[in-house]
């Protein structure tokens, strides 16, 4: 969760008055999340950090939807910054390179798999032509800002994950379409899961700083 969601959304955070900077001077300006956006599920929403409720499968669908969530904050409070939740759709030469580190029957077994799912499988060059194309194209704009690389003809700014054109903030999938969550995402809404998924953030990283703080000042003395 550490690096799924907490990494990220700091890392994000930190980076905005640099963000803040490109789009006033007419630049791109944007935040990619690159995890599972179209995964979302229920969560524990009294155990935001899954002290009592971990597994893998919980610790997704929390990452899923907070990420959802604290991007959309983030969209909030910077208008002219563009956020994006990304689908991760495992491309072949990737694919092929942990594999490749595997010994024995579990290499042999992996190998097998990925024979049967290349279908399904992106090329790892469409891949990278299809984030290239979400973090410069004006088709994933922000409200304020309408940097980037021209609209071609019969494509038209894509839709927010709060329902407006242009919104800010976008959960794709993995062919760069926005996602359709509204069923599961209202309802967390007006339960006012958003505001408390930030509140919880907020404070996840203000104890991390107060125990940095604290360690630094122990070395110190």
């Known amino acids: 969760m550490a690096m799924n969601y907490y990494s990220r959304i ?4 930190q980076l905005m008055p640099l963000l803040e900077a490109a789009a006033s001077a007419g630049e791109l300006a944007r935040v990619t999340s690159v995890l599972a956006a179209g995964s979302e599920h229920e969560i524990h929403t009294d155990d935001l950090d899954l002290k009592h409720n971990y597994s893998l499968h919980c610790s997704l669908a929390h990452c899923v939807v907070m990420t ?36 024995g029957p579990i290499r042999l077994a992996a190998k097998i798999f990925y024979s049967l799912m290349t279908p ?21 704009r ?10 071609a003809d019969g494509l038209e700014v894509m839709m927010a994950s709060t329902g407006e054109r242009g919104g800010g903030v976008y ?3 993995w062919d ?3 996602l359709d969550q509204k069923g599961i995402m209202e309802r967390y809404r007006e339960e006012g899961l958003p505001q408390k998924v930030w509140e919880h953030t907020m404070e996840t990283f203000g104890r991390a700083s107060k125990k940095r703080t604290l360690a630094v000042a122990e070395m110190l003395s």
């Open 10 to 13: 700091r890392f994000a955070q």
């Open 171 to 173: 959960l794709l999938d």
């Open 142 to 151: 922000s409200p304020l800002n309408g940097a980037g690389v021209p609209l």
């Open 120 to 140: 399904w499988i992106l090329d790892v060059s469409e891949s990278g032509e299809r984030h290239l194309f979400q973090v410069t194209s004006c088709a994933y």
């Open 68 to 103: 959802d969530f604290a991007l959309e904050e983030l969209s909030k409070r910077h208008p002219a910054v563009t956020f994006m939740h990304c689908c991760k759709w495992p491309p072949s030469s990737s694919s092929s390179a942990k594999v490749n580190q595997l010994t």
């Open 176 to 178: 760069s379409d926005p």
